[in-house]
């Protein structure tokens, strides 16, 4: 986290719960960050909102909680 470096804009950061703080884009509202409060280490990062990298996902994570309607048929690891 301390080697990161927003390039333009500014953040609006909030504390969405007790441990969590999340950062959207102050003039669109775009959600791009989620840290816990408890961690200074790691930070995630909304995949949309890196342009021109090439990410590949590696697993589906909330498996349990996702839409009813949602039908993933690939081979990449799944977790809650």
């Keep these: 986290r301390k080697e990161f470096q927003l390039e333009k804009g500014s953040l609006r950061r909030f504390q969405s719960s007790s441990n969590v703080v999340r950062s959207s884009c102050e003039r669109c509202a775009s959600h791009l960050f989620?840290?816990?409060?408890?961690?200074?280490?790691?930070?995630?990062?909304?995949?949309?909102?890196?342009?021109?990298?090439?990410?590949?996902?590696?697993?589906?994570?909330?498996?349990?909680?996702?839409?009813?309607?949602?039908?993933?048929?690939?081979?990449?690891?799944?977790?809650?």
């Design 34 to 80: 989620f840290e816990y409060l408890d961690n200074d280490q790691d930070f995630y990062v909304t995949a949309s909102s890196l342009a021109g990298i090439n990410l590949k996902p590696h697993e589906h994570i909330w498996w349990q909680s996702r839409a009813c309607w949602l039908c993933i048929k690939d081979d990449i690891p799944v977790r809650d």
